[in-house]
């Protein structure tokens, strides 16, 4: 039973807008049509002059969008919870502190209760070796690891479980693209699945992208989405981008996705960017000391014999406490 008002038919909108304005519409309950009046649900004892009545109104169900409000686990744990995650096309990936690993199923089933568009959940053990690959364990949902993820009008198959795929730099993908000139020469040496080289064939226009990556399952999804995207201006090729770079024609642009040791790959790639190119450096840095690892990396490139410039530097997203993911505009003079 609900508390609602009565009102005839021809003012049940004017009344009904009234109550809103005044906070007073009950959303729990649905308004109910009768044959000449419409009953509305109210959240007080009195309204104007209209008698207040006790009616058997159809409820409300929503359903619940937190799923921290709903995963079984300890109270005293629930503060614990991840509040933010990844979601790679219809996959979700959490990371979880050593005191809910033991809750993690019904936590990924909480998560697929609240996420409709999510098919399934996956702990995050960390990314391993010289590939940089997820170790991911499915703990909720079904299916495989391979899903399809859409970014600036760029559908690409990726899997977590073979190839690296960050989904929180796709506004770095885009500006990247943005700044790129017709007939430009990229060379990106880190590509993975080809995230960088796909948002920016769809969004400018250079004369040829070279996306190079060590991991076979990398590149052979590079190709899928290279094909599935009808891209013709990129180029896949398995290797080590420090012998491989080699090969290839001065570059204007580069890019340098590895943000552990990227830096190590510095001497190697600029040597194949053009005077005034850019390379763009991922670099992971305490943030105090964020200016000063800028300036060190032109002296460390000046003992190389390489004169650069860090044009720009911008924090990415924050790896721990203390340190953070930046990226470099690193121009060669």
Do not use: W
């Not at 989904?167 to 020469?185: C, F, G, T």
């Not at 990129?234 to 770079?245: K, P």
Request: aromatic content about 6%; charged content about 30%.
């Amino acid at each position: 039973m609900a508390l609602c008002i009565r009102v005839p038919k021809e003012t049940g909108e004017t009344a009904r807008r009234r109550l809103i304005s005044s906070g007073l519409l009950s959303t729990s309950f649905k308004i109910r049509t009768e044959e000449d009046s419409v009953l509305l649900p109210i959240l007080t004892d009195t309204f104007g002059d209209y008698d207040v009545i006790d009616a058997d109104l159809e409820p409300i169900c929503r359903e619940e969008t937190d799923y921290r409000k709903i995963a079984d686990v300890p109270e005293e744990l629930r503060e614990m919870l991840p509040n933010s995650f990844d979601v790679i096309g219809d996959i979700a990936i959490m990371r979880f502190p050593d005191e809910l690993v033991q809750y993690a199923e019904p936590i990924g089933n909480a998560l697929l209760r609240t996420s409709p568009s999510v098919r399934a959940v996956m702990a995050d053990l960390g990314v391993k070796g010289d590939m940089r690959i997820r170790d991911v364990r499915m703990i909720a949902g079904s299916g495989t690891s391979e899903t399809t993820h859409k970014e600036f009008g760029v559908t690409m198959i990726v899997d977590p479980g073979k190839a690296y795929f960050n989904p929180r730099l796709s506004a770095e993908r885009m500006r990247i693209a943005s700044l790129v000139k017709d007939d430009e020469v990229i060379i990106d040496m880190f590509a993975g699945v080809a995230p960088f080289p796909l948002v920016i064939s769809k969004h400018a226009t250079p004369s040829v992208i070279y996306s190079i990556d060590i991991n076979e399952d990398a590149v052979k999804l590079a190709e899928r989405n290279i094909k599935m995207n009808k891209v013709k201006n990129i180029v896949a090729i398995c290797g080590d981008s420090v012998e491989a770079i080699k090969k290839l024609p001065p570059a204007d642009r580069i890019i340098m996705n590895l943000p552990h040791t990227a830096f190590s790959f510095l001497k190697d790639a600029l040597p194949n960017l053009k005077k005034g190119g850019t390379a763009h450096m991922h670099m992971i840095t305490k943030r105090s000391l964020s200016r000063a690892a800028a300036e060190g990396l032109a002296d460390k490139m000046k003992k190389e014999g390489y004169e650069i410039r860090v044009e720009r530097m911008a924090e990415l997203k924050t790896y721990s406490p203390t340190m953070s993911v930046y990226v470099l505009d690193i121009v060669k003079e």
